[in-house]
């Protein structure tokens, strides 16, 4: 490979902070929101033009329910609740679901845009759009600076505490950290809104089984819903990349481009043979479409889905979820479903299948639990993880990786990187306890012990 010769050159360090985010998704607002909010200074960087990561940029408009499975319980409060409360004022978010295993909420993904603006702005964190981190600059087992790239030029951003919200572990990756990136990966999806993408009477499914060759679409099997207070408007995400790795930066660029011309053929289609004909039409198209997996990296445990389909408890729990495990397949789209009541639902191209993944018992958890303990490692001291690269085997990490949970992650994050600036801490050894009184006075439901 020809190469090339940078020569050395001096960095401006353009802002000095506590904390320093990077990667402004939920995940990475929350976590920037939480350590602001405990007196931290934090900076935030985030490459495209708003926050929110998939649930706005990507246009996924769904977060999953925040009670246990019977919907007796809350189990997640905190920020999501909060922004919850905040769309609910301007009509951008609809009724909350206690128990409906698909969704808990949809919301207006460009009002979401707009209130993450106004929690950076309220807790005084510095944000830095159209920025994108570029390299570490470490010294010995901490990371000193992130060197950042915008329209400014070339900068470096110093903080004694980083979180890694970048969703594929980009710090932790150039930073060498043990990780799993597998051959067949959960593929990518590009989303878009669409004009009567349903009307009433008509099978989208039946019609893309029947069609889809002429259009140059292969089996496949997605979901769409509405969105709130739009009534001719769908949220679409009905297809798949496969064979996508979204960690390479050619296999990226080839799937976005893939992405959206299924989407045009798709709306091709049923312009031609639905009912509504040419009054479907492409609203918008997502700029950044949703990744499902990349890398996950090695941390000081590893949650397995032994331990989330049988509820395992953890004395350093930082989150709670009852999304069950979530599968996408590798080819004809569709999912695996793995139910803590042990049920499963094997869903795609061919249609749906019910059978157990294990016998029924006495008392089915209803509800699981994240450790800290997946977030952080011995190997860096002021590092953590919050994202969907954290410590999981493949099984898990079909759970955990969906947004609500994310969420807690992001809070968890910010609130643990707070307390190691503020006592200098490695964040390995932040007390489980305190981490978890502290994201329970600031209204997560972590029940402190």
Not at 167 to 177: N, V, Y
Not at 280 to 307: K, P
Not at 430 to 439: E, G, N, S, V, Y
Request: charged share 25%; glycine share 8%.
């Amino acid at each position: 490979m020809l190469t090339i010769i940078e020569p050395a050159r001096e960095i401006p360090v353009v802002a000095e902070c506590d904390v320093c985010v990077v990667g402004g998704s939920c995940t990475g607002v929350f976590a920037a929101v939480r350590a602001a909010r405990l007196g931290a200074r934090v900076v935030i960087i985030e490459k495209q033009n708003a926050f929110g990561g998939v649930a706005t940029s990507g246009l996924v408009n769904v977060w999953h329910s925040m009670y246990n499975t019977t919907g007796t319980e809350r189990i997640i409060a905190g920020l999501t609740q909060e922004v919850i409360d905040r769309l609910a004022v301007r009509d951008a978010v609809d009724g909350v679901s206690r128990t409906n295993p698909s969704v808990g909420c949809r919301f207006n993904s460009e009002e979401l845009k707009i209130e993450l603006d106004e929690l950076v702005t309220e807790n005084r964190i510095r944000p830095f759009l159209h920025t994108h981190y570029c390299a570490p600059h470490c010294e010995g087992r901490n990371v000193r600076a992130v060197i950042v790239e915008n329209k400014s030029g070339r900068a470096a951003i110093s903080a004694k505490v980083f979180v890694d919200a970048t969703g594929d572990g980009d710090i932790a990756a150039h930073l060498g950290l043990p990780h799993t990136l597998d051959d067949h990966l959960q593929p990518p999806t590009v989303c878009a809104k669409i004009r009567h993408l349903h009307v009433a009477g008509f099978d989208l499914k039946a019609l893309v089984r029947e069609h889809r060759e002429e259009f140059g679409l292969v089996e496949d099997y997605g979901w769409s819903g509405p969105i709130p207070d739009l009534p001719e408007i769908s949220m679409c995400a009905e297809t798949h990349v496969f064979n996508t790795n979204a960690a390479d930066a050619d296999q990226l660029t080839a799937a976005e481009m893939e992405g959206r011309r299924q989407i045009r053929a798709l709306v091709d289609m049923i312009r031609k043979y639905g009912p509504q004909g040419k009054t479907a039409a492409v609203v918008d198209l997502c700029s950044y479409m949703g990744i499902r997996e990349t890398r996950r990296f090695e941390a000081e445990y590893r949650l397995t889905e032994q331990d989330v389909l049988t509820g395992r408890e953890f004395d350093d729990a930082i989150a709670y979820g009852s999304y069950r495990v979530d599968v996408h397949h590798t080819t004809k789209g569709g999912f695996v479903f793995r139910y803590l009541d042990g049920t499963q639902l094997d869903m795609d191209f061919d249609g749906t299948r019910k059978s157990r993944w294990r016998d029924p018992v006495e008392n089915d958890p209803t509800y699981y639990q994240i450790p800290y303990r997946t977030m952080v490692t011995h190997s860096v001291d002021n590092l953590i993880l919050a994202g969907r690269m954290i410590s999981t085997d493949k099984g898990a990490f079909g759970a955990v990786r969906v947004m609500v949970n994310l969420n807690q992650v992001g809070e968890a994050g910010g609130v643990a990187a707070a307390l190691a600036a503020d006592a200098d801490k490695a964040l390995v050894d932040i007390d489980p306890a305190q981490l978890r009184r502290t994201l329970a006075d600031g209204g997560s439901a972590v029940a402190p012990d």
